[in-house]
């Protein structure tokens, strides 16, 4: 039989678990990065949560309100919603990959500049090239009226599913351009030397083989522009087209009707997730190689053009680069110089600079949190000695599911989390006998910053992984034999290295929040309009004048990261 003896009390152990050497304990924990997992999950939590919340309203259909919007709206937006991303796919995919073979295969005169400047329309929003082409080319437009006045007939219409396709073909091209271009410049030159041993012509190269080889590339691009006209809202609503993202603002905006919305998001969700299936089914599981692709020596060598033949290359990069870029941007200061030649002294500037200061305070707060959250998920990611954990990858390809998302979605599944938890508080401080907080979450800074994380965490999590695959082990080694834990670690080590992915990232998320439409109107706080906002309102009133200054600083905030791009991709 076993025998147990009690210990008396020992009073020197009790002193030594005191406060301070609890909080001692508590340093060293966290200073040896054990905190990491813990945060890293944590904040992809929270990224999921809307999402996840939103998909699990999908388990419970309210089936007479889905018979309610068969019957009256969800046909026509489902319709109009699969010919828009089928067109902008088409067209963006003919003109990205078309230009980017000319610029990469042959040589005509402003070959180099075009090769730039073709990717000028990302700075454009797609909702300001939407109202500067329907106030051009519409039936009161210049355009239209002198096509009618010339030849005797009606200009096609520009307000329609076809005007939509083609003003966002115009602006995402440079989403397949980009991919595609870098894909062709990878590919080696004897594979051309190949194919003309087999007698095949370039063309005939280009089709046979060169294009295969670039799909997987030209795909994602693709499938990138399809969703960001999936996520569209501003030009849709300008072209009278209804669409699944247009109809969730209208129905929870001007009908009030938050159970429609949240169906509607729904079922908007499950298009996103099919796009990034299709994105997947249309690469394959083929993988393609190339021997030599990477040295500059052996890459694909452009081909002089001459004659009429050059001349039709330029023709054609600068038709396109004309219509998509020039024409909307000098409309634009056109009507900037026009409208503040009417305006008083000091009248338009009150106004414009607490737009300004609006946009630049969401923006900058949430380029910080996303920055500041992506670098904890990617420390939760990485071991201490530098590589990756299998579970932390899942993790975040989990948190980055929101950029795949319309920002429709995103609000709706924000306001689904926090609205309980705004209602939890108030009846808290009343039963505390406190006076009601009232909306601590929703309408507030808290909830439109929380959803643009949400949104854009893919974007600053990418700019943090690509710099992180600069950072040698031995660095993070050497750190860790001179003592530093995983916090100096980051602090001393990791965020200088990565200070220029950390500014690219900031940069991005800058200006994707000062673009976003639908989640800051559904979600924006009280006198917090932004310039996207004051754009909107102005052009969906015709006041396309008015309109321009907003529209013109959005346009010149949105070059600084096609500049950086531009830097990125310089051959």
Known sequence: MARFSVQPFDLSTFKRLSWPALRLDWRGWLERGRAFPWLSALIAALVMAPLALLAAELLTPNLALWEQLWRTILPSMMVNTLMLVIGVGAGTILLGTGTAWLVSAYSFPLRSWFDKLLLLPLAIPTFVMGFVFMALFDYAGPVATWWRQTWGQDFPPIRSIGGAILVMSLVLYPYVYVLARAAFREQSASTVEAARTLGLERGAAFWRLILPLARPQIAAGGVLAMMEALTDYGTVRFYSVPTLSEGIVRVW???????????????????????????????????????????????????????????????????????????????????????????????????????????????????????????????????????????????????????????????????????????????????????????????????????????????????????????????????????????????????????????????????????????????????????????????????????????????????????????????
């Open 253 to 571: 905006e001007v009908r009030a009707d938050r159970a429609s919305a949240i169906e509607l998001a729904g079922l908007l969700m499950l298009f996103a997730l099919g796009m990034m299936i299709l994105e997947r089914a249309l690469r394959g599981r083929a993988r393609y190689y190339q021997q030599g692709g990477g040295v500059r020596g052996q890459r694909l060598v452009p081909q002089p053009l001459y004659g009429w033949r050059a001349w039709a290359a330029t023709g054609v990069c600068a038709a396109l680069l004309g219509l998509a870029f020039v024409l909307p941007a000098t409309q634009l200061v056109a009507w900037t110089i026009a409208e503040l030649s009417q305006q008083t002294v000091g009248g338009w500037q009150q106004v414009y600079l607490q737009y300004v200061g609006n946009s630049m305070t969401l923006a900058g707060l949430a380029a910080g949190l996303v920055l500041v959250s992506a670098l904890i998920l990617m420390q939760g990611v990485r071991s201490s000695v530098g590589r990756a954990r299998p579970w932390g990858r899942r993790l975040a390809r989990l948190a980055n599911l929101g950029y795949a998302m319309p920002g429709a979605i995103v609000a709706v599944g924000v306001l689904l989390l926090l609205s309980p938890l705004d209602h939890a508080i108030n009846d808290l401080a009343l039963s505390l006998g406190l006076r009601r907080p009232g909306l601590v979450l929703t309408g507030t800074l808290v909830g439109l910053s929380y959803a643009y994380v949400v949104r854009f965490m893919a974007v600053g999590y990418q700019s943090v992984e690509s710099s992180f695959e600069k950072i040698t082990p031995s660095m993070e080694q050497a750190a860790r034999l001179l003592g530093a834990g995983r916090w100096r670690r980051l602090w001393r080590v990791q965020v200088p290295l990565l200070s220029a992915g950390l500014a690219a990232g900031a940069v991005l998320v800058f200006v994707d929040v000062m673009k976003e439409l639908p989640a800051t109107l559904l979600l924006r706080p009280f006198g917090m309009d932004t310039l996207a906002l004051w754009a909107y309102f102005l052009a969906a009133e015709s006041f396309w004048q008015a309109a321009a200054l907003p529209s013109l600083t959005i346009l010149v905030a949105g070059l600084l990261p096609v500049i950086l791009l531009m830097r990125v991709g310089r051959t």
